[in-house]
């Protein structure tokens, strides 16, 4: 049996009353933000990546568990349940050593094992492992021209196939091949064709043990698509000799047979078997990291600094339907939009600078959110020439970022898009979602499927469920870490809210257009289906900045607003001081009282303590804006200007096992290799750099053919 709190603990390295109330946490209906947040006495501060990987292996052991407790009751009533069964059961621990366990009791499709018992053949098969008397003489008597028995010899091959079942079905024999497979198997793969992306595999081997997971992925992907072949190659022999030496009755009677079945039992039953398991797992273990790649590089994302008190023009270049254009007010709301034609088949150069400069000049446009998509390129030369003649003109005085466009005409066609903007053609929609991208990354991308926006790796190739669960986890974590202006939040972003659901984030704003805005976070109580436990995991995610109540534009909980208020009066302030910014001594007064002293008074918890002070420091406040801002630029560098040598300034767009990808301006990502990330080395690039980071790269390759740049981050102190 295995104990869960015991086991997860050792396995996340964490203490098991950590785990034991973590699990009293999640039972009574905690969400992992609120636990993260508000419960740290209870956990001892684990973060909500520990929370959420611990979460996940509770429901995978307790599932494990069920079906142990399931397995054993089926052997039970059979009638088969030994001692060593049962012990063997409780020792397991893995779902492939209780499906190994199961198998020989499992009910089986007819198979040669099951033909052959129906035809009376097991005390054959018996006689044969035994060992002891003539074989061929014992197995004419088993001839039977009703039966289908011809022969004794045509009686002997039935008997094996009986044999090799009983051999695929010993757990032993399975647990020890898997384990020589895992140890010494190699991957192979074979293919042909020109210009394939799979070229690199045509002719490929490598240890299974050090087979990295994109590698895997790549694999799994060119033999769905019918271009490689691909297994696993290993001694069988080895195997052969494992399986014999296992048995205890192979004698000079016996063995000649006794390696016919081996044999047949490898080649047919066994080896198929074990090789798609492996196989399985190896997948299994590639999308783990796959997952774990996207969820990080969508954090990073997520989180990326939003661009505040800035006019906006969200810029969605095309070709033959032209560009769309909207420009945004410093909230992101819409203000107005127009196309243009600066490319083929029109190539309008002239008027599309001319229109794009009234409208910059009308609204007082600061900065332009050009999208990465098609005609992006062509686009941005046009952006350039257009900054440059305003400088020369003394015009107002305008930068652009490149921004990335993946998902928006996702979100463009969406029932969330058309509610928000009814009247707007689907293209006027994605420029807008383009320029409010910059504004605020996360509640505009919160309005697409996770896994449209583009910073994964073989995403379309792995498990959807486990993807979307780990990626839902992600934004719910990201959005809470934030917090939500209740008063301006769209449904889409409250839906990721502690507590929150599709229902409840409807009822919300139904309430909030009713009363013109909530004017305070108690107000969430009336809320229809919003009860006290939703209002509980809710309310301290939940910013109300018009309430009377300044606490209600912190992150300290409502539970803790007395608590608060004691800490304010024992450091000598006022409520109303918040709101003014005087608190900025703060921390230096609590540290002078002694934090340790301020929660034996209050009665609350140091770490609950921490938080409260930096809450009560900044109301409001947005851990994004810590953040380095995006690249703003005025020109525009071509792949053709590049040389090896030069130093750039980029943006990383995307982190992948073996590298970064960085945006250095000429509309082509260059890739940071793993090997070229730092000047010692790096086992996982995100040690080294996540999405967003500002970065100074080397070029040291360029093949224009390919539109190919490699990059490096090595010696750049020097």
Same mark, same amino acid.
């Given at each position: 049996?295995?104990?869960?709190?015991?086991?997860?603990a050792?396995?996340?390295?964490?203490?098991?009353?950590?785990?034991? =109330?973590?699990?009293?946490?999640?039972?009574?209906?905690?969400?992992v933000?609120?636990?993260?947040?508000?419960?740290?006495?209870?956990?001892?501060?684990?973060?909500?990546?520990?929370?959420?990987?611990?979460?996940?292996?509770?429901?995978?052991?307790?599932?494990?568990?069920?079906?142990r407790?399931?397995?054993?009751?089926?052997?039970?009533?059979?009638?088969?349940?030994?001692?060593?069964?049962? =012990?063997?059961?409780?020792?397991?621990?893995?779902?492939?050593?209780?499906?190994?366990?199961?198998?020989?009791?499992?009910?089986?499709?007819?198979?040669?094992?099951t033909? =052959?018992?129906?035809?009376?053949?097991?005390?054959?098969a018996?006689?044969?492992?035994?060992?002891?008397?003539?074989?061929?003489?014992?197995?004419?008597?088993?001839?039977?021209?009703?039966?289908?028995?011809?022969?004794g010899?045509?009686?002997?091959?039935?008997a094996?196939?009986?044999?090799?079942?009983?051999?695929?079905?010993?757990a032993d024999?399975?647990?020890?091949?898997?384990?020589?497979?895992?140890?010494?198997?190699?991957?192979?793969?074979?293919?042909?064709?020109?210009?394939?992306?799979?070229?690199?595999?045509?002719?490929?081997?490598?240890?299974?043990?050090?087979?990295?997971?994109?590698?895997?992925?790549?694999?799994n992907?060119?033999?769905?698509?019918?271009?490689?072949?691909?297994?696993?190659?290993?001694?069988?022999?080895?195997?052969?000799?494992?399986?014999?030496?296992?048995?205890?009755?192979?004698?000079?009677?016996?063995?000649?047979?006794?390696?016919?079945?081996?044999?047949?039992?490898?080649?047919?039953?066994?080896?198929?078997?074990?090789?798609?398991?492996?196989?399985?797992?190896?997948?299994?273990? =590639?999308?783990?990291?796959?997952?774990d790649v996207?969820?990080?590089?969508?954090?990073?994302?997520?989180?990326?600094?939003?661009?505040?008190?800035?006019?906006?023009?969200?810029?969605?270049p095309?070709?033959?339907?032209?560009?769309?254009?909207?420009?945004?007010?410093?909230?992101?709301?819409?203000?107005?939009?127009t196309?243009?034609?600066p490319?083929?088949?029109?190539?309008?150069?002239?008027?599309?600078?001319?229109?794009?400069?009234?409208?910059?000049?009308?609204?007082?446009?600061?900065?332009?959110?050009?999208?990465?998509?098609?005609?992006?390129?062509?686009?941005?030369?046009?952006?350039?020439?257009?900054?440059?003649?305003?400088?020369?003109? !003394?015009?107002?005085?305008?930068?652009?970022?490149?921004?990335?466009?993946?998902?928006?005409?996702?979100?463009?066609?969406?029932k969330?898009?058309?509610?928000?903007?009814?009247?707007?053609d689907?293209?006027?929609?994605?420029?807008?979602?383009?320029?409010?991208?910059?504004?605020?990354?996360?509640?505009?991308?919160?309005k697409?499927d996770?896994?449209?926006?583009?910073?994964?790796?073989?995403?379309?190739?792995?498990?959807?469920?486990?993807?979307?669960?780990?990626?839902?986890?992600?934004?719910?974590?990201?959005?809470?870490?934030?917090?939500?202006?209740?008063?301006?939040?769209?449904?889409?972003?409250?839906t990721?809210?502690?507590?929150?659901?599709?229902?409840?984030?409807?009822?919300?704003?139904?309430?909030?257009?009713?009363v013109?805005?909530?004017?305070?976070?108690?107000?969430?109580?009336?809320v229809?289906?919003?009860?006290?436990?939703?209002?509980?995991?809710?309310?301290?995610?939940?910013?109300?900045?018009?309430?009377?109540?300044?606490?209600?534009?912190?992150?300290?909980?409502?539970?803790?607003?007395k608590?608060?208020?004691?800490?304010?009066?024992?450091?000598?302030?006022?409520?109303?001081?918040?709101?003014?910014?005087?608190?900025?001594?703060?921390?230096?007064?609590?540290?002078?009282?002694?934090?340790?002293?301020?929660s034996?008074?209050?009665?609350?918890g140091?770490?609950?303590?921490?938080?409260?002070?930096?809450?009560?420091?900044?109301?409001?406040?947005?851990?994004?804006?810590?953040l380095?801002?995006?690249?703003?630029?005025? !020109?525009?560098?071509?792949?053709?200007?590049?040389?090896?040598?030069?130093?750039?300034?980029?943006?990383?767009?995307?982190?992948?096992?073996?590298?970064a990808?960085?945006?250095?301006?000429?509309?082509?990502?260059?890739?940071?290799?793993?090997?070229?990330?730092?000047?010692?080395?790096?086992?996982?690039?995100?040690?080294?750099?996540?999405?967003?980071?500002?970065?100074?790269?080397?070029?040291?390759?360029?093949?224009? !053919?390919r539109?190919?740049?490699?990059?490096?981050?090595?010696?750049?102190?020097?």
């Open positions: 049996m295995i104990q869960i709190e015991t086991k997860i050792s396995e996340l390295g964490i203490k098991q009353d950590q785990v034991e =109330a973590v699990v009293a946490l999640l039972d009574e209906g905690n969400t933000p609120f636990i993260a947040r508000y419960r740290k006495e209870k956990t001892g501060s684990l973060d909500d990546e520990v929370l959420r990987k611990l979460a996940e292996r509770l429901t995978y052991l307790r599932n494990f568990n069920s079906k407790d399931d397995i054993q009751r089926l052997i039970t009533e059979q009638g088969n349940m030994t001692e060593e069964i049962l =012990a063997n059961l409780a020792k397991a621990e893995t779902v492939t050593e209780l499906d190994d366990i199961y198998r020989p009791f499992r009910p089986k499709k007819r198979t040669r094992a033909i =052959a018992i129906e035809k009376g053949l097991k005390p054959l018996d006689f044969i492992m035994v060992g002891e008397g003539d074989i061929p003489v014992k197995a004419d008597s088993f001839v039977d021209a009703e039966k289908g028995i011809e022969s010899e045509a009686a002997i091959n039935y094996l196939d009986i044999l090799a079942e009983q051999f695929s079905d010993d024999n399975r647990k020890w091949i898997r384990s020589y497979c895992e140890k010494l198997g190699v991957i192979v793969s074979t293919g042909k064709g020109e210009n394939s992306p799979y070229e690199m595999y045509f002719d490929f081997k490598e240890p299974i043990k050090s087979l990295p997971g994109h590698r895997i992925l790549a694999l992907r060119g033999e769905k698509e019918g271009v490689l072949k691909v297994n696993i190659e290993l001694d069988q022999e080895i195997i052969e000799d494992h399986m014999i030496d296992h048995l205890t009755n192979v004698t000079t009677i016996n063995r000649s047979y006794i390696v016919r079945a081996v044999k047949d039992s490898l080649k047919r039953l066994i080896w198929p078997s074990i090789e798609r398991e492996i196989r399985n797992q190896l997948t299994e273990k =590639a999308e783990e990291g796959a997952i996207f969820s990080k590089n969508l954090s990073a994302l997520l989180l990326q600094a939003p661009v505040k008190g800035k006019r906006i023009m969200g810029y969605d095309g070709f033959r339907t032209g560009c769309k254009i909207a420009v945004l007010d410093e909230n992101g709301k819409y203000l107005e939009s196309a243009v034609y490319t083929v088949p029109r190539k309008d150069i002239a008027g599309t600078i001319r229109t794009l400069k009234s409208l910059i000049e009308k609204h007082k446009v600061d900065i332009i959110s050009l999208g990465n998509g098609t005609a992006s390129r062509e686009s941005e030369e046009v952006i350039a020439q257009l900054i440059a003649e305003l400088k020369e003109e !003394g015009g107002r005085q305008v930068s652009y970022v490149v921004t990335s466009e993946a998902g928006a005409s996702v979100y463009s066609a969406s969330l898009a058309t509610q928000e903007y009814p009247d707007l689907v293209t006027v929609r994605g420029a807008i979602s383009i320029g409010r991208r910059l504004q605020d990354p996360l509640a505009e991308l919160v697409i996770p896994k449209s926006i583009g910073v994964g790796q073989y995403q379309h190739d792995i498990n959807q469920k486990k993807l979307d669960e780990s990626l839902t986890g992600v934004v719910e974590d990201c959005v809470n870490s934030v917090g939500v202006d209740l008063n301006t939040a769209t449904p889409a972003l409250l990721y809210v502690s507590g929150i659901n599709k229902t409840i984030s409807e009822n919300i704003i139904s309430y909030r257009d009713e013109d805005g909530f004017k305070s976070r108690k107000e969430l109580k009336k229809k289906r919003l009860g006290p436990k939703a209002y509980e995991q809710c309310a301290g995610f939940l910013r109300v900045s018009e309430s009377d109540e300044i606490l209600d534009n912190t992150g300290v909980h409502p539970e803790s607003y608590v608060a208020k004691q800490v304010l009066d024992l450091l000598g302030y006022s409520k109303s001081e918040i709101k003014s910014g005087a608190l900025k001594d703060l921390q230096s007064r609590a540290d002078n009282y002694s934090l340790r002293k301020l034996e008074e209050t009665e609350a140091e770490p609950t303590l921490r938080d409260m002070i930096k809450e009560l420091m900044k109301p409001g406040r947005d851990p994004r804006e810590e380095p801002q995006p690249v703003f630029k005025t !020109g525009v560098l071509d792949l053709k200007d590049l040389e090896e040598g030069m130093i750039l300034q980029g943006t990383v767009r995307n982190v992948s096992d073996f590298g990808f960085v945006d250095i301006g000429v509309h082509q990502d260059g890739l940071v290799h793993i090997s070229q990330l730092a000047d010692r080395f790096v086992k996982n690039p995100m040690d080294v750099v996540k999405v967003g980071d500002i970065v100074e790269v080397r070029v040291i390759g360029i093949d224009l !053919g539109k190919r740049i490699s990059l490096s981050m090595k010696n750049m102190g020097k």
